[in-house]
């Protein structure tokens, strides 16, 4: 996998993993008065926006499973992993996303409400007890798909290029060339004929 393709897919697993680690934020804090707490107000829209995020984000993470899966058993023996990535970086570099996300969000959510809003020392508190394990599970995640991915994507183009190759000339059939023509130049048409003029 490309570096620009994985820094697109790890931007992806982050925000939808914030939104995760935010609503265990707001499980741990309020209990029991989470769902209304979230449901009411400025947090209006989180229930749509959870249920969108996380379902993208399992979409996505089984369409990877099922490609490697299924590369596996195409191939008939284990496929080669890519390097493994640092767990402890991409830990980071996700809880980092993640607890921005969840303070630049609750930020928006107060100023759209006009309350004042929570301090930052609770914020960041409540961020990091919801965000912390949920960056864990997502960096697990994703150095897991990361080593398996790219070679089985490798794997399935290797197998497919032939089949690919001949359905192309099933498809366009064999090409005929045409006949050549002769291309007579004019001095070779003119002596052709009889220059002599009729009898007199």
Do not use: D
């Not at 393709?5 to 992806?12: E, I």
Request: aromatic share 8%.
């Amino acid at each position: 996998m490309s570096r620009r393709r994985f820094a697109l897919v790890g931007l992806g697993l982050g925000l939808a993993a914030s939104q995760a680690g935010h609503l265990l934020a707001y499980e741990l804090r309020y209990g029991a008065r989470a769902i209304q707490v979230q449901s009411a107000g400025a947090h209006a829209y989180f229930p749509a926006l959870v249920k969108t995020g996380l379902g993208a984000a399992a979409a996505i993470a089984l369409i990877a499973l099922l490609v490697i899966g299924f590369a596996r058993v195409a191939a008939a023996r284990p496929i080669a992993r890519e390097p493994a990535l640092s767990l402890l970086r991409l830990f980071a570099v996700l809880y980092t996303l993640q607890l921005a996300c969840f303070v630049l969000q609750e930020a928006a959510e107060a100023a759209w409400s006009g309350s004042p809003g929570t301090s930052p020392a609770v914020l960041l508190l409540w961020g990091t007890a919801g965000q912390l394990p949920v960056a864990l599970v997502s960096a697990l995640a994703l150095r897991w798909l990361a080593m398996r991915l790219g070679p089985a994507i490798a794997r399935l183009r290797l197998m497919l290029t032939p089949v690919l190759r001949r359905f192309v000339y099933a498809v366009t059939g064999p090409a005929f060339s045409p006949a050549r023509q002769v291309v007579l130049a004019s001095e070779q048409v003119a002596s052709g004929f009889n220059r002599r003029g009729p009898p007199l």
